[in-house]
């Protein structure tokens, strides 16, 4: 017979201070980087005006943190190694108005538990300064010193007496990245504080204090970041939001370029990641991520910073009208802002704003509105007739012969005729081309055909030698079945039909379905198609029944694995509505979750829009080419297609001077 043996009753004991502050150290101090953050906020709560920092051996060997702040007396010292002791936090109702970056008073005592760290600090009032040394969590009585006023604090041989958190850091340069990040955050949080980072004797930022917040971006991330900044502000009576956004040209493949700070708090928040995401929709493609520096203030009431063990994340008491203000605010800027895809660098003679595709379309001379209408008027009639009214200027459009395509009657959508352009000669609404003009006026009597456009161009040139501006004014013509290039007196635009044609008819039909609440035209099919699809297919199809029926593609279910196609969208009617319709499910299956109906039904209009847009190799006629830019300026964020690449490339002047090497010493050469 065997009998049980029973256990001991464990017994509860009160853990040693030491032991607790290592504990907090694995919460708190992460890696040599975060003594970096935990020391630098202390120094920016004490009031600094310059911060030092000094690394070695990528933190591990030597971290150095000396400022200018308001010091510490000889009493305080030991206190502000203890555990949960700080000046942060006057009374016991301030942690719900946290107002400094730290308020725990954690920090200090866990660094020294797992450090050798001298603390040196002098006051304004003392004649001299005092030090106290930490070996592992043992303190060691304060003793006087010579120092400078304010604190000087060195952390040596971080994670001394934990070999286990020392073995899983990266090597020296990896942890000096880390430490370069922090720091990245830190200034550029607090551009009213002078920042000097030193790495092994090396200096690698000294960064005096700035009014400008674009200075200090652009000391941390060059030109590339610099140069493309959109200037964001927005204040109400709770919420203040300033800040930079870059233009969509520039993104990265994650989200790390994406600075957000709350009061001087650099936070990570997915819900004002997702609002970022959602203001960037349709400007950038799939798989990229905005690039941002973004200050919020409110006031400390309505958060929570006590949330996270690194104070990285926060709560808002209403998330929901934060969220709708930074969507809201971004979004009113950028239809604010052109957002045309420049190449190259911006000129610093540029001082008018960018220039858009539409006065790309006209021309530059003349500055009465009589002669920029006639000028206009000579385009359109040229495009119809093949004869131009005559006009104080020359516009030339290049001799191409007649377009052999009919894009916007032979099953694609077609462009709307803004400039009054009615068919010429052919029944059912067709466009008519006539032949092309072979040879046009110019300026010097003889026919365009015997002299070259740029010949042309050359011939204004003033006494002086310095080209005046071209009478040759290019207003759309096709390049290789895909691009427009047009021009204006500041520069050349380059259009991808495609894209441009994409989203303007997504622009429209988003304005039907979305805005106005009416559904797509759908064409009924005589005769019914079914559609076999695999189990996953068609129960993702019944699922979004009522969304597709909104874009116009009814379906029902037919029995088994088939449902049956009873009606397709009008814009489309040349299409395979199976063809079409599983283009959709492939999207909706490979999303893997349920999608919102919102996000569906944009999907469905994109997908629309990008089947009935001209393609690239599609001719067009010259009436088409006027009439696709002419929408541009119909809708909002035609600068990129609903899918998020560009839809023109804008070539300043003073780029393509600078590109044939016509930029010297003296200027255009």
């Not at 942060?88 to 400094?100: G, M, Q």
């Not at 290789?480 to 429209?508: F, K, P, S």
């Not at 049956?564 to 079409?580: E, F, K, T, W």
Request: charge should be negative.
């Amino acid at each position: 017979m065997s009998t049980s043996t029973q256990r001991p009753l464990p017994t509860i004991r009160q853990l040693p201070p030491n032991l607790v502050n290592q504990i907090a150290a694995g919460e708190v101090i992460e890696r040599p980087a975060s003594v970096v953050k935990e020391l630098v906020e202390n120094s920016i709560d004490a009031g600094s005006h310059r911060i030092e920092v000094t690394i070695a051996g990528g933190g591990t060997e030597l971290i150095r943190i000396s400022d200018d702040g308001c010091g510490m007396t000889p009493e305080q010292l030991p206190l502000a190694i203890a555990s949960h002791a700080t000046s942060k936090l006057p009374d016991d109702d301030s942690l719900f108005s946290v107002r400094t970056l730290g308020f725990r008073g954690e920090a200090l005592a866990s660094i020294g538990s797992v450090s050798h760290m001298t603390i040196r600090s002098r006051t304004v009032g003392d004649d001299s300064g005092s030090e106290v040394q930490v070996r592992g969590g043992v303190i060691e009585p304060p003793a006087p010193c010579g120092c400078p006023v304010g604190t000087v604090i060195e952390i040596k041989n971080l994670f001394f007496n934990t070999p286990v958190r020392h073995r899983f850091l990266k090597t020296a340069t990896t942890e000096r990245g880390h430490i370069v990040e922090a720091f990245t955050r830190l200034a550029l949080a607090n551009p009213q504080v002078h920042f000097v980072l030193i790495n092994n004797d090396k200096v690698v930022y000294d960064l005096p204090t700035s009014t400008r917040w674009s200075d200090r971006i652009g000391a941390f991330f060059g030109d590339e970041i610099a140069s493309v900044l959109i200037p964001i502000r927005d204040v109400d009576d709770q919420v203040r939001i300033s800040g930079y956004v870059c233009d969509p040209s520039v993104s990265r493949g994650n989200n790390r370029m994406q600075y957000l700070f709350l009061n001087g708090r650099h936070i990570r928040d997915r819900s004002l990641q997702h609002a970022l995401g959602e203001a960037y929709r349709g400007l950038l493609m799939v798989g990229r991520f905005p690039v941002c520096f973004l200050r919020m203030d409110m006031p400390p009431e309505l958060i929570d910073v006590n949330v996270h063990p690194t104070k990285l994340e926060v709560r808002f008491t209403d998330g929901g009208k934060v969220y709708a203000r930074l969507l809201q605010t971004l979004r009113h800027q950028f239809l604010r802002t052109d957002m045309t895809q420049r190449v190259g660098p911006g000129s610093p003679s540029d001082d008018a704003p960018q220039s858009s595709i539409a006065s790309a379309i006209q021309p530059p001379a003349g500055s009465a509105e009589q002669s920029e209408q006639l000028q206009r008027q000579s385009v359109i009639d040229w495009a119809r007739t093949g004869t131009q009214t005559p006009t104080t200027t020359t516009n030339a459009l290049p001799a191409t012969g007649t377009p052999a395509f009919q894009p916007f009657s032979n099953g694609t959508a077609s462009l709307p005729n803004h400039a009054s352009m009615p068919s010429t000669g052919q029944a059912g609404g067709e466009i008519a081309h006539g032949p092309m003009p072979t040879a046009m006026p110019s300026p010097s009597g003889q026919p365009a055909s015997d002299l070259a456009p740029w010949e042309i161009a050359g011939k204004q040139e003033s006494e002086s030698g310095l080209p005046e501006s071209p009478s040759v004014c290019y207003l759309g013509f096709q390049v290789h079945n895909r691009y427009l290039v047009t021009q204006d007196e500041t520069g050349m635009v380059v259009i991808d039909q495609h894209a441009l044609h994409e989203r303007v008819l997504y622009e429209r039909v988003c304005n039907k379905v979305l805005g106005e609440g009416k559904s797509l035209e759908a064409q009924r099919l005589l005769v019914p198609e079914p559609v076999s699809l695999t189990p996953a297919e068609r129960t993702a199809a019944l699922d979004a029944k009522e969304t597709l029926a909104k874009v116009g593609l009814e379906i029902d279910d037919f029995g088994g694995e088939t449902i049956v196609i009873q009606s397709y969208p009008a814009m489309l009617r040349n299409g395979s509505p199976a063809d079409m319709l599983r283009t959709v499910l492939e999207a909706l299956i490979s999303a893997g979750k349920q999608p919102d109906a919102k996000d569906l039904l944009n999907h469905l209009l994109s997908t629309i829009a990008c089947k009935a847009a001209v393609k690239a190799g599609d001719p067009l006629a010259p009436e088409e080419i006027v009439s696709l830019l002419e929408q541009k300026d119909l809708y909002h964020d035609t600068h990129h297609c609903p899918h998020g690449r560009p839809t023109a490339l804008f070539f300043s002047r003073d780029e393509l001077d600078r590109m044939f090497g016509r930029l010297g010493p003296r200027g255009r050469s």
